[in-house]
Every structure is written in structure tokens, then in C-alpha cells.
Nanobody
Framework: QVQLVESGGGLVQAGGSLRLSCAASGRTFSNYAMAWFRQAPGKEREFVTAIKWSTGITIYADSVKGRFTISRDNAKNTVYLQMNSLKPEDTAVYYC?????????????????WGQGTQVTVSS
């Protein structure tokens, strides 16, 4: 059974940094993409970034380009989201997701497995 467990959320001031982790287990993820989505209060869940597990290729939402970096550690089966220059509008619950795919996509429905989410709050 696939499990994705996020950690690393918290409260940070604007301009600060946080690193989220997503520990994956339950299967081989070599042909999978791992992604981060987020959902702010009163808003729909939105795509943040994704990485192809096998190649390390990445895509980002325009709103986080240059500030956020996704990476993976194959030995630990863990994906990271390094968030720098945080803004109050980055406040949201951040979800890790996994899906089997050849090409990366920001489409939520293409991801089959989801973590429980971790809260990130950025104060102004």
C-alpha cells in the first residue's frame, strides 16, 4: 500500500524559508512523478511543482519559479520542497502526490496517491 507522509510545515515570517519532506513507501516509484500541490483557505487546490523520479526533470508553477525547488533522494525515497523568499500568499496546506506517468503534468487528476498534507503559514 502506497503511503506518502509529509513533514516540515510550520509558521515562518515573510521572506523566510522552509523545507518540506515527503517520505514515500509501498512500491517502486521509478516510473512515477512526485508533485506538490497546495490549498489555501477558501480556494481550490493548485499545482506547485513536480519531479520525475527517474530523470529528475522538473516543472514549476509560475507563482513559485525562482523561489521554490523540488528535489528527490532516491536512497531515502523522499522528495523535498525547498521554499525560499516566502510570501503570505504561500500560506496553504501543502500536499505531496504521486502518479505513474511518462511526462510531467500539473493536472491534479493524474496523480493517484496523496499525503495527508502539512500546514505552511507565512506571516507578514
Amino acid at each position: 500500500q502506497v503511503q506518502l507522509v509529509e513533514s516540515g510545515g510550520g509558521l515562518v515570517q515573510a521572506g523566510g524559508s522552509l523545507r518540506l519532506s515527503c517520505a514515500a513507501s509501498g512500491r517502486t516509484f521509478s516510473n512515477y512523478a512526485m508533485a506538490w500541490f497546495r490549498q489555501a483557505p477558501g480556494k481550490e487546490r493548485e499545482f506547485v511543482t513536480a519531479i520525475k523520479w527517474s530523470t529528475g526533470i522538473t516543472i514549476y508553477a509560475d507563482s513559485v519559479k525562482g523561489r521554490f525547488t523540488i528535489s528527490r533522494d532516491n536512497a531515502k525515497n523522499t522528495v523535498y520542497l525547498q521554499m525560499n523568499s516566502l510570501k503570505p500568499e504561500d500560506t496553504a496546506v501543502y500536499y505531496c502526490a504521486a502518479g505513474s506517468m511518462w511526462s510531467l503534468t500539473p493536472v491534479e487528476g493524474r496523480y493517484d496517491y496523496w499525503g495527508q498534507g502539512t500546514q505552511v503559514t507565512v506571516s507578514s
